[in-house]
C-alpha cells in the first residue's frame, strides 16, 4: 500500500510538470507572436521612418502644392486602424502614383524614388504635351495632345488662338477619350504639315460625319474624306489649285475646296 501511494504521488508530480510545461510552452506560443507584432508596430510608427516632406520635380502647369497636398491626404491615416500610411517602407508607389495620375488629367507619367536618409519622397512628374484643342458644339475647349487624347478642359479666357482645334467624333464626356486613334492622328497631321509647308494655315478641323470633314484655312474651307488613307492627296490636290489660282489672281480667296472626288476637285471662289 504504502509503495502504491509513493507511485501515485509520483505520477502526480509528473503530471503537474507536464502541465505546466504545456502551459509554459502554450505561453511562449502566444507571447512570441504578440511581442513581435507589438515590437513591429512600434517600429513602423517610429518617427524615423514617417515621411516628412514630397519633393516635386518637372512640374510646370500643374501646381507643385496641389501635387504635394494629393500625396499627402494619400499618406494620411492608418492602415488596420494602428499601421501609419505615413511609414516610408510601406509606401505603395504604384498606387500613389495612380492616384496623382487620376487626380491630375495634365500628367502623362509619375516616378516616385524613396528618400530613406531624409524620410522624403521625390515626385518626377512627367505633364502631357498640349498640341492640339478639342472643342464641343458648345465650344467647351480641351487640350488635346497630337495622339488624339482629349484631357483638360479650358476656361474660355484661356483658350489659346494659335491652336488648331479640332471638332466632332466625340460627344459627351470627351475627357480622356481619344478624338482619333494614332494612325488616324498622323494622316490628319500630314494633311495639317502639307498645308504649313506651302505657306497656308489651317486654324480648325471639323469632322462633320464619317465621309466629311472641313478644314479652315486662311484661304478658304478644304473639304476632304477623314476616311481618306493618305491625307496628303488631297491636300497636295488643294494646294496646287490654290496657287495655279493665285498667279491669276494674287488675291483670289475660296468659299470651299472640295478634295472628296480624286483628282475631280469642286471649288468656289469668294
Known amino acids: 500500500m504504502a509503495a502504491k501511494r509513493r507511485y501515485s504521488k509520483a ?5 503537474k510538470r507536464n502541465r505546466s510545461k504545456r502551459i509554459f510552452n502554450l505561453s511562449l506560443r502566444i507571447a512570441f507572436p504578440v511581442v513581435f507584432f507589438v515590437g513591429l508596430v512600434f517600429l513602423l510608427r517610429a ?5 516628412k516632406n514630397f519633393e516635386v520635380l518637372g512640374a510646370e ?3 507643385s502644392e496641389s501635387v504635394k497636398n494629393v500625396a499627402a491626404v494619400f499618406v494620411s491615416g492608418n492602415k ?3 499601421i501609419p500610411k505615413s511609414d516610408i517602407l510601406l509606401l505603395n508607389k504604384n498606387k500613389l502614383a495612380s492616384a496623382l495620375l487620376s487626380n491630375f488629367p495634365r500628367l502623362e507619367k509619375v516616378k516616385i524614388n524613396k528618400q530613406f536618409f531624409s524620410k522624403s519622397v521625390e515626385l518626377s512628374l ?3 504635351k498640349t498640341d492640339f484643342l ?3 458644339p458648345s465650344n467647351e475647349c480641351f487640350f488635346m495632345t497630337k495622339e488624339g487624347l482629349v484631357f483638360e478642359k479650358l476656361d474660355p479666357v484661356q483658350i489659346p488662338r494659335e491652336k488648331i482645334i479640332f471638332r466632332g467624333n466625340l460627344t459627351e464626356a470627351p475627357l480622356m477619350k481619344n478624338f482619333a ?3 488616324k492622328m498622323q494622316n490628319y497631321l500630314k494633311f495639317i504639315r502639307f498645308f504649313e509647308d506651302a505657306g497656308f494655315r489651317i486654324n480648325s478641323i471639323n469632322v462633320e460625319s464619317p465621309d466629311k470633314a472641313v478644314a479652315e484655312s486662311d484661304v478658304g474651307d478644304i473639304i476632304f474624306n477623314p476616311e481618306e488613307i493618305d491625307l496628303s492627296l488631297p491636300a497636295q490636290n488643294a494646294i496646287l489649285l490654290i496657287n495655279d489660282t493665285k498667279i491669276k489672281n494674287p488675291s483670289a480667296r475660296f468659299n470651299y ?3 472628296r472626288f480624286g483628282n475631280k476637285i469642286f471649288y468656289k471662289l469668294i
Open 11 to 15: 505520477s502526480s508530480r509528473i503530471a
Open 47 to 51: 518617427d524615423f521612418l514617417q515621411i
Open 61 to 63: 502647369a500643374v501646381s
Open 80 to 82: 488596420l486602424f494602428i
Open 126 to 128: 512627367t505633364e502631357r
Open 134 to 136: 478639342w472643342c464641343s
Open 181 to 183: 486613334d494614332a494612325e
Open 257 to 259: 475646296i472640295d478634295t
